[in-house]
């Protein structure tokens, strides 16, 4: 926002000092206006997790409906206060709100937020007949104009907010968005009708419109990638890829295409970030980016207000986690509200400014994929660029971990809890986006798998290595179990039963059907399942 600083002088005191007031002049007239320019401002989404009134109204989800579930008037007062804290601590000048019920209890908000010091003169909510929930935005800019953008007439297809402000001066139209989510029935093509309401009004626009698109538009940023065939009822055609156009030729569009992008291609912002930061929610236990900040080629023309590189950021405040280090959602169990939590998503926020663009020239292009083989990953601490596997042979597959090898004598490498899709004895070529080393143990933690190639025959695979390194299968050894340990040829090796419960008593005699060859401060084998191994005799 803009700051000023106002200077209150004495007329008298001015003409005791007549004979010095140049050094005032000169003080006002070439100091002052360094404190009238505008510093950056904060632009933000935030999905509060169903902020209800206790009012009936008869279109409450069940679990909000006043006098059941424990949901009443102490439980909204200590929900206004949890998301108050958080947008006091966030701290934005322009905030996009997902899942607020009405204008009271919007009305509430925005008052406890002035109670505590924080207030926002500036607010715009929709008014959709019917629906359970809606969307608003909070302004520290005057706003000159609103309207909502119809996308069905269902109570249940929630309208898309427009809110034109004047930052710093600068008209800005802000679309503040709430798309169906994937669950219950949440096919591609039901997003689709919420970005084609958007782009046809963003074609409407004039051609020099400055606008931003933001909130939870339950898709990830890499959705091109990563949708999941179960909703893919659009022929591979995704909302935010597709329509919005976050991607051309199929890949991400990256910051520097934008200052000479064409009109209607949009830049998403999470690209900002390291791959392992790429999150502000879990969906069915997997990380996901849901929330955005979408801009077009105009905030990056060095006109107007353009965006200031490498802004973009979740909010993480510790209060916003649990101890284990899970989101600290709103928390309802066993049918009723507990009175603890915020919500399930966190704030995502970006840095806007009336300065230009700064283009980084030795920003490195850092979601283009690289082929490479799997040596290469261990030879590497973090992954700079994506990696794409070819011909990657799954030749364990036990729950959501696997392994795989690109040939019988080449290396291995471990696939941990993001091998779902995948089947053994299957040949894919795979995009790798994370790894980590775990106590000595590489491991893949996040793929995308591009292509599947057929099977292949996997007794090749299963050749016993001329030397012990981890990320090799091992079949079809005998020994004896003693203290944790494997005594099988004259050596011993640590032995790990993923399922405590298998763990054979001392003396033991095992037939190791599969193990992997696995590493937790030192080589060791890991059985996954009780069809790994046989217990001979006792």
């Given at each position: 926002m803009t700051s000023f600083i106002v200077f209150v002088?004495?007329?008298?005191?001015?003409?005791?000092?007549?004979?010095?007031?140049?050094?005032?002049?000169?003080?006002?007239?070439?100091?002052?206006?360094?404190?009238?320019?505008?510093?950056?401002?904060?632009?933000?989404?935030?999905?509060?997790?169903?902020?209800?009134?206790?009012?009936?109204?008869?279109?409450?989800?069940?679990?909000?409906?006043?006098?059941?579930?424990n949901w009443?008037?102490?439980?909204?007062?200590?929900?206004?206060?949890?998301?108050?804290?958080?947008?006091?601590?966030?701290?934005?000048?322009?905030?996009?709100?997902?899942?607020?019920?009405?204008?009271?209890?919007?009305?509430?908000?925005?008052?406890?937020?002035?109670?505590?010091g924080c207030a926002y003169h500036y607010s715009a909510i929709t008014h959709k007949r019917g629906a359970p929930i809606q969307v608003a935005m909070f302004s520290r800019f005057p706003v000159a104009k609103q309207k909502e953008l119809q996308v069905s007439i269902s109570p249940l297809v929630r309208n898309i907010l427009e809110v034109e402000v004047y930052a710093d001066g600068n008209p800005l139209t802000v679309f503040v968005n709430h798309w169906k989510s994937k669950g219950r029935k949440g096919v591609e093509s039901k997003r689709i009708r919420y970005a084609k309401t958007l782009q046809k009004r963003i074609d409407s626009l004039p051609r020099n419109k400055e606008y931003i698109i933001l909130g939870d538009l339950n898709s990830n940023y890499n959705v091109h990638l990563t949708l999941d065939k179960k909703i893919d009822d659009?022929?591979?055609?995704?909302?935010?890829?597709?329509?919005?156009?976050?991607?051309?030729?199929?890949?991400?569009?990256?910051?520097?295409?934008?200052?000479k992008a064409k009109?209607?291609?949009?830049?998403?912002?999470?690209?900002?970030?390291?791959?392992?930061?790429?999150?502000?929610?879990?969906?069915?236990?997997?990380?996901?980016?849901?929330?955005?900040?979408?801009?077009?080629?105009?905030m990056f023309d060095g006109r107007g207000i353009d965006y200031v590189n490498d802004s973009f950021g979740v909010y993480k405040a510790d209060y916003l986690f649990t101890k284990r280090g899970y989101i600290n959602s709103w928390k309802y169990k066993h049918g009723k509200h507990r009175a603890k939590g915020y919500s399930d998503h966190l704030p995502v926020f970006a840095l806007f400014d009336t300065q230009p663009y700064k283009t980084d020239k030795s920003k490195e292009i850092s979601n283009q994929a690289v082929i490479k083989p799997i040596e290469y990953l261990y030879t590497l601490k973090r992954l700079k660029h994506p990696v794409k596997l070819e011909n990657a042979v799954v030749v364990l597959k036990r729950g959501n971990h696997a392994i795989v090898k690109q040939t019988p004598l080449g290396r291995g490498i471990f696939l941990f809890g993001c091998a779902k899709g995948l089947k053994e004895g299957k040949k894919y070529d795979l995009l790798v986006q994370s790894i980590h080393t775990y106590k000595g143990l590489k491991e893949v933690t996040d793929i995308v798998k591009f292509k599947e190639k057929g099977g292949a025959s996997l007794g090749d695979f299963y050749q016993r290595p001329k030397k012990m390194r981890q990320n090799e299968i091992i079949r079809d050894i005998e020994g004896t179990y003693r203290g944790r340990y494997l005594f099988t040829n004259g050596i011993k090796i640590p032995i790990h039963f993923k399922n405590k419960h298998f763990t054979p008593s001392n003396g033991s005699k095992l037939k190791i059907h599969y193990a992997h060859l696995g590493y937790y401060k030192k080589l060791q084998l890991v059985i996954y399942s009780k069809k790994d191994f046989e217990i001979m005799e006792r």
């Open positions: 002088v004495k007329f008298d005191t001015i003409i005791r000092i007549n004979h010095k007031d140049y050094l005032l002049r000169y003080f006002l007239l070439f100091l002052l206006p360094l404190y009238l320019v505008a510093k950056p401002f904060k632009v933000a989404t935030y999905n509060v997790e169903n902020l209800f009134d206790a009012t009936y109204q008869g279109s409450e989800y069940e679990e909000y409906i006043p006098g059941k579930h009443n008037q102490r439980m909204m007062e200590i929900k206004l206060n949890h998301i108050a804290e958080v947008i006091c601590d966030l701290d934005a000048d322009i905030l996009g709100l997902q899942e607020i019920e009405n204008e009271s209890v919007f009305e509430r908000l925005k008052k406890r937020l002035k109670r505590v659009s022929h591979g055609i995704t909302a935010l890829g597709d329509v919005l156009h976050t991607t051309v030729d199929n890949k991400l569009v990256q910051e520097n295409q934008m200052p009109r209607g291609i949009h830049y998403n912002t999470w690209q900002e970030l390291p791959f392992n930061q790429r999150w502000s929610h879990k969906f069915y236990g997997n990380r996901s980016t849901l929330d955005h900040i979408l801009l077009p080629s105009n």
